[in-house]
């Protein structure tokens, strides 16, 4: 999407460096003042006193840019804050030119430490990239931090400021300054404001500005990103060019979407029409098969690429010919295939619900990053750029999102594309599984021995069919010990294994990956006096726990829906009994207005002759709870912990 929306304009992209423009900036005072802090955040470690950010449009050399201003001031209260503030990263960005770059120190006496520019120093981070790094000098308790951040970029037509951290926020000031002729909105969200206009002379101002943040801690089971304040900004008007019309909007992205995708030359279409017959697809084939032969073929033979040095690197017929793609070429590539097969298929693009949900009242392009393709007629979806997907599964940060799509309408031999807002819904909780089967045995000497088969379906089984895939053989013992968690993290413990069902087009099938092993688990079993603890909860491996002492703030997300089922069969020595067997029996539901459960979980036991056979159904259907949920979903995750707890006392007495 980022790189539709950086194609409106033509632009020359700059080299970092400093002090490379005159700043337009406002300095800082050359006398400042020590400020007091709101009373509600006194034992903060810390608090941003003030941020302000302040975007300009100005013309340059026949070209457009954004000038963007941070000014920010904080005053540390505590060790941690001293130690969140001595010192500064910023990373390096291309087509940025850095304006102005300066931070100090102030102290409570009034002494100022400047970090001059030789301390600057550029840097490489853990993953690689630049970034300028300096360490702020003299911080200790009750200093003031303050911090002027300049820098140029091609024009902004879209994007997004945050203001809310894990430390408070006495005030934050937005501010899009332009010529009267474009007009910017803002939107906020998670409670900030929305923008509002003035004009002065020639200029516009689009401003918010909000009083009091709160201090906004990441708790588990959340997507923090999103449930952070912030604003969302676009253009919106061009009153002197296109009086009353709003520009921007979903359906121009739509126009553009279908115009990047679907316009293709004969060669390209002869070109398919070939392609198609080596995958296989037949006229007569279910619109199902023709999915499946389509995507298998294209994601085991076309490598995807983030850039290709080819100018023809879009035409799908140079594609199919050098077995190579970007984003724009996988997506043209499928489009055409589908649409020559006769598979009823639209595009569609939407934002990442981990960072920030779809918001269809507010044109936000910037948010929009993942492209996917949805089946009318199947009513499920497919992630093109995706190599390892399989159709019917796209990320999890699209399900119970909206998308934007381009449904495909024809005029005689015309074809054009309208807006299309609908949610990508999330597959049946039974669709993704963690299962556990374990029998577990034992020697004369009451040593356990555990048989064990993990079988993993689904989202539960991404990154794991990866790797059972994709390692070398050397590695595989490796990947497996990782996953039998009854091993004891001891290499000797595993007896023998194999895996089953590795292959991506399991995905389509629902086969799950399983891996198989024998394990001696000695660890199980612990001798007390005559008789013998077996720590049954270890089998199905540690489990999260939510014992949160504090008020719960965020509501509670997951990332997809699913379930985990286990057996385990315990074969009684001759002799023996279980004497605690009801230490078993746990159970927790989290049930909605309707009665319905919507999570739960559920652990229970049946005698076979000398077999104990425990049952685990653990669940969860819904993707989103409210916080007023939040004690009836702790519970249902402490009871899967809970089991881990679970000891039962074998005695032959």
Wanted: a negative charge.
């Amino acid at each position: 999407m980022k790189k539709i929306a950086a194609g409106i304009i033509s632009l020359l992209a700059a080299t970092n460096h400093i002090n490379a423009q005159t700043s337009s900036a406002v300095d800082w005072d050359p006398k400042p003042v020590m400020h007091k802090i709101d009373t509600d955040f006194a034992k903060a470690e810390a608090v941003i006193i003030y941020q302000d950010i302040k975007l300009e449009y100005k013309e340059e050399d026949k070209k457009a840019y954004t000038y963007r201003n941070l000014h920010r001031l904080v005053k540390v209260l505590d060790e941690k804050g001293i130690e969140s503030f001595n010192k500064m990263n910023f990373p390096s960005l291309e087509g940025v030119d850095i304006i102005t770059l300066k931070a100090r120190t102030i102290l409570p006496n009034g002494r100022i430490f400047e970090v001059t520019k030789d301390k600057m120093k550029m840097s490489k981070n853990d993953d690689g990239s630049s970034e300028l790094v300096f360490a702020m000098e003299g911080v200790e308790k009750n200093a003031e931090i303050e911090l002027l951040y300049e820098y140029r970029k091609p024009v902004g037509l879209f994007g997004v400021e945050t203001y809310q951290y894990s430390m408070p926020v006495m005030h934050a000031g937005f501010m899009i300054a332009t010529p009267k002729r474009l007009v910017y909105e803002g939107r906020g969200y998670n409670g900030f404001p929305d923008s509002h206009d003035s004009v002065t002379d020639d200029m516009r101002y689009v401003v918010a500005n909000k009083e009091h943040i709160p201090a906004l801690q990441n708790e588990v089971y959340s997507f923090y990103d999103a449930s952070r304040m912030r604003i969302d900004y676009k253009i919106s008007y061009l009153p002197e060019e296109k009086v009353g019309v709003r520009v921007f909007t979903w359906q121009d992205l739509v126009k553009r979407m279908y115009e990047a995708t679907y316009q293709v030359v004969d060669k390209e279409t002869k070109a398919v029409t070939k392609y198609l017959e080596t995958l296989g697809v037949n006229e007569s084939d279910a619109e199902l098969d023709k999915i499946k032969k389509i995507e298998n073929g294209i994601k085991n033979n076309i490598t995807l690429y983030k850039e290709i040095a080819d100018a023809n690197a879009w035409r799908i017929d140079n594609i199919i010919n050098k077995k190579s793609a970007t984003e724009t070429g996988i997506n043209r590539l499928f489009a055409a295939c589908f649409l020559q097969a006769g598979v009823n298929a639209e595009i569609g693009i939407t934002s990442d619900r981990f960072q920030a949900k779809f918001e269809n009242d507010f044109e936000n392009w910037n948010q929009m990053e993942n492209y996917v393709f949805y089946f009318p007629k199947q009513g499920k979806f497919l992630y093109p750029t995706g190599t390892y997907y399989r159709y019917p599964f796209v990320p999890a940060s699209m399900l119970t999102n909206k998308g934007l799509f381009c449904k495909i309408t024809k005029l005689g031999d015309i074809s054009n594309a309208i807006a299309d807002i609908r949610t990508i819904s999330p597959m049946a909780y039974t669709e993704s599984k963690s299962n556990i089967d374990a029998v577990i045995s034992f020697n004369t000497d009451m040593e356990a021995k555990t048989d064990i088969t993990y079988s993993f379906a689904g989202y539960s089984a991404f990154g794991l069919r990866e790797a059972a895939v994709l390692l070398s053989k050397d590695k595989i013992k490796e990947f497996v010990q990782s996953i039998v968690s009854v091993c004891d993290n001891k290499p000797e413990n595993l007896l023998k294994y194999s895996t089953a069902n590795e292959a991506f087009e399991n995905y389509n099938t629902g086969a799950p990956l399983q891996i198989i092993a024998s394990v001696n688990t000695p660890q199980l079993v612990e001798k007390a006096g005559p008789k013998y603890i077996l720590k049954i909860g270890d089998v199905i491996g540690r489990q999260e726990e939510l014992y949160q002492n504090t008020e719960r703030k965020l509501p509670m997300d997951i990332s997809y829906p699913h379930s985990l089922d286990r057996t385990i069969t315990v074969m009684i020595p001759d002799g023996y009994k279980v004497l605690n067997p009801e230490t078993i029996n746990i159970s927790a539901d989290l049930k909605n207005a309707e009665g319905i459960a919507t999570s739960g979980f559920h652990s229970s036991y049946v005698m076979e002759g000398n077999k104990l056979i425990v049952t685990i159904k653990e669940f969860y259907s819904q993707l989103h709870y409210e916080v007023k949920e939040y004690e009836a979903y702790r519970k249902v995750i402490n009871a899967s912990a809970d089991f881990n707890k679970v000891n039962l006392l074998l005695s032959n007495k």
